[in-house]
């Protein structure tokens, strides 16, 4: 016993801190996941059973829409918002390039032309004045991100969008329940995207996605896309694809979604933490920590700072040897991609996105995450500093611009 006590002190000490911990969670409602999947495994239904349908109901709920059509990732729910508002070869739609691939990539497969525009540097969202000087007479559509969480500025796009006559797809991949002006994510836009991926604060245990809808007219054309385009079996109006969701995932998501509010509200609590920390080891005005920008609820599905000065892959070198856990969420705009130079854009073009490529670092955000861990992460990023004396000067522009 005695052993095995100090043993397990030893192994807490250089453990280090991860940057998504999902086993903590799963353990907290574990009994409760297994009876969901048993009852699945007996009833037989294991694809659009009676789960999806109760899943689509909770998750239209939730999110503040009429309609949800549950498929197979968030890519797919890109893809399927995409296909239900007729983008065809030659249409421009509008996409932040500081964002996943998915995004850009879903208008590429329909023949369309992803243009990329700009993000605010305070937000890390697309930029609306960017936006609406990049629509031409071929611009159909525009796909605001709510990147790492946080609300793009909606009023502002879906003004621009109704002056031009465009679809407005949201984004929310990264920002289930996060909200603009008290309304959620995905009701905002003609159509909303949400991804099931593990690392989103809604995560199944494999893929899935969803796309949320108001207008009756898209819910229907989704319904069918998704299957097809099959109504009834076998007889095909429209060419749809084949994009479901498993009875399986949809059991987890339900049980998960119970757990949704409290999860984010823990979020919130280790961002607000992290603010603390940081202003307590006085680096507050030497990094540049992340902002909430008003009327917003951020849900804080990335924690993301910026280090300027080109030290950022130093730093994150010098905190996986302390065995702290970061990521790059996004080395590169998708402009700057090896898929995308035929498209001709200068790297500098979108300047914000270039240097918001090059500065940012995400920390660990997951709901569990302790305190002591936050401590961890905030004093390694000291420790680094500290050892590097000529590296307080980083130039803190970047963090305090408004
Ligand atoms: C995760 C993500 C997607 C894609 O979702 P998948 O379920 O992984 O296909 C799309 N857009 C953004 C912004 C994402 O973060």
Avoid at 82 to 101: N, Q, R, Y
Wanted: hydrophobic content about 40%.
């Amino acid at each position: 016993m005695k052993g095995n006590f100090n043993n397990q002190t030893a192994e807490n000490e250089n453990k280090g801190v991860a940057l998504l911990d999902l086993k903590r969670q799963y353990e907290t409602i574990k009994d409760e996941l297994t009876d969901a999947l048993k009852k699945v495994s007996d009833s037989g239904a294991f694809v659009l059973g009676p789960e999806v349908k109760t899943l689509e109901q909770n998750i239209a709920q939730y999110s503040q829409s009429e309609h949800a059509i549950a498929c197979a990732s968030g890519s797919d729910a890109i893809l399927l918002a995409l296909m239900a508002a007729e983008i065809s070869p030659g249409d421009e739609v509008l996409v932040p390039s500081f964002t996943f691939f998915a995004t850009a990539s879903a208008v590429s497969r329909l023949g369309a032309k992803p243009v990329f525009v700009d993000i605010d540097r305070d937000s890390f969202n697309m930029n609306p004045a960017d936006a609406a000087g990049k629509v031409t007479l071929r611009t159909k559509a525009m796909i605001p991100v709510h990147l790492f969480g946080q609300m793009a500025d909606m009023n502002r796009f879906n003004s621009i969008a109704r002056l031009h006559g465009l679809t407005v797809i949201e984004d929310a991949a990264q920002a289930i329940g996060a909200e603009l002006d008290g309304q959620r994510a995905g009701s905002w836009g003609d159509m909303g995207a949400f991804s099931f991926y593990p690392t989103k604060n809604l995560g199944g245990a494999g893929d899935g996605g969803l796309v949320t809808t108001r207008n009756a007219g898209l819910a229907k054309r989704l319904s069918l896309l998704h299957v097809h385009g099959m109504e009834p079996r076998y007889y095909h109006s429209i060419i749809g694809i084949n994009s479901r969701l498993d009875s399986f995932q949809a059991a987890v998501l339900n049980v998960k979604l119970k757990y949704l509010e409290g999860w984010t509200m823990m979020r919130i609590q280790n961002a607000n933490r992290y603010t603390e920390l940081f202003a307590e080891a006085g680096l507050d005005q030497i990094i540049g920590l992340p902002k909430t920008l008003p009327n917003r609820r951020h849900v804080w599905n990335q924690y993301t700072i910026r280090i300027p000065g080109g030290f950022r892959d130093e730093l994150r070198k010098s905190l996986q040897e302390k065995k702290i856990g970061s990521e790059i969420y996004y080395p590169l705009g998708l402009h700057e991609q090896e898929c995308y130079r035929s498209l001709g854009y200068a790297a500098e073009s979108l300047p914000e996105t270039y240097r918001a490529s090059r500065e940012v670092l995400a920390l660990p955000i997951f709901p569990e995450l302790t305190e002591t861990e936050q401590r961890t992460v905030t004093g390694g990023i000291k420790a680094f500093i500290d050892a590097n004396p000529m590296r307080r000067t980083f130039p803190a522009a970047s963090a305090k611009a408004a």
